[in-house]
Nanobody, 118 residues
């Protein structure tokens, strides 16, 4: 129903920037919420940022002021702009789509690796 493909990950030095993309096969009009999660080895998966169909955004305290989530409805794509990256940001980042059609459906991408290292 909804296919999600993340891209944009890679290796970056501390203080650098990356922009992650989440391309969806579904229209943004059909997706209520897009979330970015991340998971590092030994850590629980944590919610990094989210954006609703109405444009409301939320961020984890650890990334506020550094990360920005946005969506391009024409391209069916959500972005995560990551600035001032820290080694603690190293993780696999996953895109998650929440679709409510009577019941809640969750869709996940395959993840993209972000490594922040000097």
């Amino acid at each position: 129903q909804v296919q999600l493909v993340e891209s944009g990950g890679g290796l970056v030095q501390p203080g650098g920037s990356l922009r992650l993309s989440c391309a969806s096969s579904g229209s943004m009009f059909s997706i209520n919420v897009i979330n970015w999660y991340r998971q590092a080895p030994g850590n629980k998966r944590e919610l990094v940022a989210s954006i609703t169909s109405g444009g409301s955004t939320n961020y984890a305290d650890s990334v506020k002021g550094r990360f920005t989530i946005s969506r391009d409805n024409a391209k069916n794509t959500v972005y995560l702009q990551m600035n001032s990256l820290k080694p603690e940001d190293t993780a696999v980042y996953y895109c998650n789509a929440v679709v409510v059609v009577g019941v809640v459906y969750d869709y996940w991408g395959q993840g993209t690796q972000v490594t922040v290292s000097s």
